[in-house]
């Protein structure tokens, strides 16, 4: 019998363009953030624990202003991704301040996943109830075989842009059977008048993005043998990203997923969910989130208290 699955949320971001920790902003009058909108879905689709991967320097903030709350209905456990968690005989290149990286992060967590089949999320993104009951399903039903059997939860990529800025998003390939084919990431999409564009070229030129697009919003659902393959191919990430980019460099999930995809040993199963992705990647987001939450607890989605205390 497998162990249930479990629901690790990447929240050491400190949210640099948003100005401040992001996570602990409340979205709803009773002091909610969308943190807790997704741990309330995950608790309903049948998650039992979270993991929360934070840094140390937000640990205090972060159990005062969140985790403190979630322990009464959650088992909970804290993981944190620092730079200097590294291979032995590896240092941080000297200046670098950028974390490693999303494959980094579950990294830093796979003692406390400690074999469990895993949903992974981002901690400021509002994914909806569909995505979770969908994740869930595929990780109590799904288990490797010739392939390793992953799955993600795709979004309509035109609803998840924001007027107020840039997006960075993973563009999905699937095939008629519904499994990822690539993912490649863009990382400054914008919406122009009801298109969404890319550039790479600092918007010199733009790309457009047809309706239909589908893009991942990092929520994934792993068995454990991703953990097995995210430390292989970290060394050999390290030894590249020294020689070629030591600041910047990032190990991103997608990424090895991909390679994965290409080498044919693993099969990701893309789940849609027709809900509207919700997040504050700018200050200016906010009061539009707050206004899309409370018309979903108007409609009996969820109660206007999320967690009675």
Partial sequence: MSKKPVLVIMAAGMGSRYGGLKQIDPVDPYGNMIIDFSIYDAKQAGFEKVIFIIKKAIDEAFREGIGKRIEKYMDVEYVYQELDVLPKGYEVPEGRVKPWGTGHAILCAAEAIDGAPFAVINSDDYYGRTAFEEIYRQLTTEQDGATYQYAMVAYD?????????????????????????????????????????????????????????????????????????????????????????????????????????????????????????????????????????????????????????
């Fill in 157 to 309: 990529l035109y609803k998840t842009l924001t007027d107020n800025g840039h997006v960075a998003r993973g563009i999905c390939t699937a095939d008629d059977q519904n499994h990822l084919v690539g993912i490649h990431e863009r990382t400054r999409i914008e919406n122009h008048g009801g298109q969404a564009e890319y550039t790479e070229d600092d918007g010199a030129t733009w790309t457009g993005l047809p309706q239909g697009t589908i893009v991942s919003m990092n929520l994934w659902g792993f068995t454990p043998s991703i953990l097995i393959e995210l430390k292989r191919r970290f060394l050999p990430f390290l030894e590249n990203v020294y020689k070629t980019n030591p600041l910047k460099g990032e190990y991103f999930l997608p990424f090895v997923v991909d390679e994965l995809l290409q080498e044919k040993k693993a099969e990701v199963t893309v789940l849609r969910s027709y809900d509207n992705w919700y997040g504050v990647t700018y200050k200016e987001d906010k009061e539009n989130v707050m206004a899309a939450l409370q018309k979903l607890k108007d409609e009996g989605r969820y109660p206007q208290k999320l967690w009675e205390e």
